[in-house]
């Protein structure tokens, strides 16, 4: 690393330490020759590989735009979609993969995006995982009603829980 003051050809690190969303590590560095400090910021960069075999730098308004034309017309707000597009980077860089295959972006969005709309769930799944009939559709609806079931088991499971948690022991 350059001493960004002096141009001296080597730097020491002083502290380093992961930034608050996990994201990025923040180096305090220390040039040996003119010895002033300077901070640097090391990210690492996703790039997508397409199925084409084309690589790009992972864009987040990208998300944000493939999920709002899933969104049309259904009560999801901008800020939700900014929400949904970050839990998606987040879950990408959590893999620990600098290189990610497009289609596990797509796998990265459908968790988060059933959560926000159910609507715009089947919309995008439709398209991404390319239904042929409506007998697709209907697998996916069942398997939403299922899922809505269990979710709804385990609220009532923690509810009860809460419950005989709080009453008092009979002695």
């Known amino acids: 690393m350059h001493c960004p003051f002096c141009r001296h050809l080597d730097t020491k690190v002083s502290d380093s330490r992961a930034t608050e969303d996990g994201s990025a590590i923040r180096r305090r560095r220390v040039c040996p020759a003119c010895e002033r400090k300077f901070t640097t910021v090391e990210q690492i960069v996703l790039t997508v590989v397409k199925r084409s075999g084309v690589v790009e ?3 987040r308004d990208k998300v944000i735009r493939g999920v709002s034309k899933a969104c049309k017309g259904r009560p999801v ?8 597009a970050q ?14 295959p497009a289609e596990q972006i797509g796998v990265a ?14 919309r995008f799944a439709s398209v ?20 809505a079931a ?3 088991l ?7 829980e809460v419950a005989s948690a709080q009453e008092p022991l009979i002695s």
Not at 87 to 100: C, D
Not at 109 to 122: C, K, M, R, S, T
Not at 129 to 144: C, M, P
Request: hydrophobic content about 40%; charged content about 35%.
């Open 87 to 100: 839990r998606v980077e987040e879950s990408l860089r959590s893999s620990g993969q600098a290189e990610i």
């Open 109 to 122: 969005i459908l968790g988060p995006l059933e959560e926000l709309d159910e609507v715009a769930y089947l």
């Open 57 to 59: 730098s992972f864009n």
């Open 150 to 152: 269990e979710k709804e």
């Open 128 to 147: 991404y995982k390319n239904y042929d009939s409506v007998d697709d559709f209907q697998r996916e609806i069942d398997a939403l009603k299922i899922s």
């Open 154 to 160: 385990r609220r009532e499971v923690a509810a009860i």
């Open 77 to 84: 707000t901008a800020a939700q979609l900014a929400a949904l």
